[in-house]
T-cell receptor, first 115, second 116 residues
Framework: AQSVTQLDSQVPVFEEAPVELRCNYS??????LFWYVQYPNQGLQLLLK??????LVKGINGFEAEFNKSQTSFHLRKPSVHISDTAEYFC?????????????FGAGTRLAVHP | NAGVMQNPRHLVRRRGQEARLRCSPM?????VYWYRQLPEEGLKFMVY????????ESGMPKERFSAEFPKEGPSILRIQQVVRGDSAAYFC??????????????FGEGSWLTVV
């Protein structure tokens, strides 16, 4: 079985400051890793994903994440946030399995960017 | 995401009524997933379907919930005799036929069900 823990339920930050949203996972099998963003009353948009290869993954809107296998972490970072980054961010894993993505999500981190 | 169409976007039902949520996958996608998001929680997997087949329904409640993806037409998530605890956002996602490796899924904008 897999589980995902997002260590912070809310992260307040000032505009143009850097931010890190933390994600740890547990799995007995290899997994793919994802970060999604959800704006209020909208669906999920894929920010980035780690499948294999380089452990530093770059995504949309200036976000990046680093996969750390030994620490089973996949933290999301952005060097300078904007007001428009205010949203809910979800970390998710999907086990390598028979041809479909059964995503297991964390509980989410609410990023609030203040002017 | 653009392409996965869900309707209705908002639905209000009284306790005991039925709710039907529809999902049209992205063009060319033959796989559909349903997820539920309860207030203040992350998304939870419910069911994975291919055309005319339920492949994995391990996340579906045992009673009152059913899903289908017919040969023609959208996928339907049906909730019978709704209760207040069914109030949630229901998200549909789709993906193309698996061809090896990771198979990214794309989410719709969700259907918000409110049971009064």
């Amino acid at each position: 079985a897999q589980s995902v823990t997002q260590l912070d339920s809310q992260v307040p930050v000032f505009e143009e400051a850097p931010v890190e949203l933390r994600c740890n996972y547990s799995s007995s099998v290899s997994v793919y890793l994802f970060w999604y963003v959800q704006y209020p009353n909208q669906g999920l948009q894929l920010l980035l994903k780690y499948l294999s290869g380089s452990t530093l993954v770059k995504g949309i809107n200036g976000f990046e994440a680093e996969f750390n296998k030994s620490q089973t972490s996949f933290h999301l970072r952005k060097p300078s946030v904007h007001i428009s980054d205010t949203a809910e961010y979800f970390c998710a894993v999907s086990p390598f399995s028979g041809g479909y993505n059964k995503l297991i999500f964390g509980a989410g981190t609410r990023l609030a960017v203040h002017p | 995401n653009a392409g996965v169409m869900q309707n209705p976007r908002h639905l209000v039902r009284r306790r005991g009524q039925e709710a039907r949520l529809r999902c049209s996958p992205m063009k060319g996608h033959s796989h559909v997933y349903w997820y539920r998001q309860l207030p203040e929680e992350g998304l939870k997997f419910m069911v994975y379907l291919q055309k005319e087949n339920i492949i994995d329904e391990s996340g579906m409640p045992k009673e009152r919930f059913s899903a289908e993806f017919p040969k023609e037409g959208p996928s339907i998530l049906r909730i019978q005799q709704v209760v207040r605890g069914d109030s949630a956002a229901y998200f549909c996602a789709s993906s193309p036929q698996f061809r090896g490796g990771e198979n990214t899924i794309y989410f719709g904008e969700g259907s918000w069900l409110t049971v009064v």
